[in-house]
């Protein structure tokens, strides 16, 4: 089993609506990540976070907003999104920065 | 500016068979880190091995090799005796390592190889 846990695993959300995503993490891992993945193509970063604190934004649309509440959690909050924000989410989190990433199961979203 | 490059798009083998995917980088860093990773229909990326770029010492885990060539700026992964388990997408992956240590998990991904192993 996964030690990084991502809820819900299926979301489907229309245009308006505001949602959020979960990850949870208990490997006392201190770097968090967030990665989109469309079909068929590879992960591709979109934040990451060291010791709780943003490091990377990888010119995200303002429509996602992480949040990283604590060492073990990070939310991903969305808002407005558009079809083709419909993808697969995928947290990961780290031991440190070279070190490998962990992943968890994802997060699949569909925008209608 | 890096890049990795699976040429392998898909590749259909038949169980017992050994299976090679390749993977090949592009980098101007000295320093840097090679990844394997395996994601299954699932959807969760599940880490194979890490490699630096100072250890050119292939690996053998079990069924699964990896030949690492700095002079090829090659990554190769064999699977012996393949088994459908194994039937997954596989990405190779580079991060860079810098003197801040600010690469984080900023993971160059190659496109993938979906490999199906059949009964």
């Known amino acids: 089993d996964t030690e990084v846990t991502q809820t819900p695993k299926h979301l489907v959300m229309g245009m308006t609506n505001k949602k959020s995503l979960k990850c949870e993490q208990h490997?006392?891992?201190?770097?968090m990540y967030w990665y989109k993945q469309k079909a068929k193509k590879p992960p591709e970063l979109m934040f990451v976070?060291?010791?709780?604190?943003?490091?990377i934004n990888e010119s995200v649309p303002s429509r996602f907003s992480p949040e990283c509440p604590n060492s073990s959690l990070l939310n991903l909050h969305l808002h407005a999104l558009q079809p083709e924000d419909s993808a697969l989410y995928l947290c990961?989190?780290?031991?440190?920065?070279?070190?490998?990433?962990?992943f968890g199961e994802g997060s699949r979203l569909t925008v209608l | 500016a890096q890049k990795v490059t699976q040429a392998q798009t898909e590749i259909s083998v038949v169980e017992k068979e050994d299976v090679t995917l390749d993977c090949v980088y592009e980098?101007?860093?000295?320093?840097?880190?090679l990844f394997w990773y395996k994601q299954p229909p699932s959807g969760e990326l599940v880490f194979l091995i890490r490699?630096?770029?100072?250890?050119?010492q292939n690996e053998i885990s079990g069924r699964y090799s990896w030949n690492f060539q700095k002079s090829t700026s090659s990554f190769n992964f064999t699977i012996t005796a393949s088994q459908v388990v194994d039937s997954a997408v596989y990405f190779c992956?580079?991060?860079?390592?810098?003197?801040?240590?600010?690469?984080?998990?900023?993971?160059?991904f190659g496109q993938g190889t979906i490999l199906t192993v059949h009964p």
């Open positions: 990961a989190s780290s031991q440190g920065t070279y070190g490998e990433l962990f």
């Open positions: 490997m006392g891992h201190r770097a």
């Open positions: 976070y060291s010791y709780e604190k943003l490091s």
């Open positions: 980098t101007r860093d000295t320093t840097y880190y």
């Open positions: 490699r630096n770029s100072f250890d050119e």
């Open positions: 992956a580079l991060s860079e390592g810098n003197a801040g240590g600010t690469s984080y998990g900023k993971l160059t």
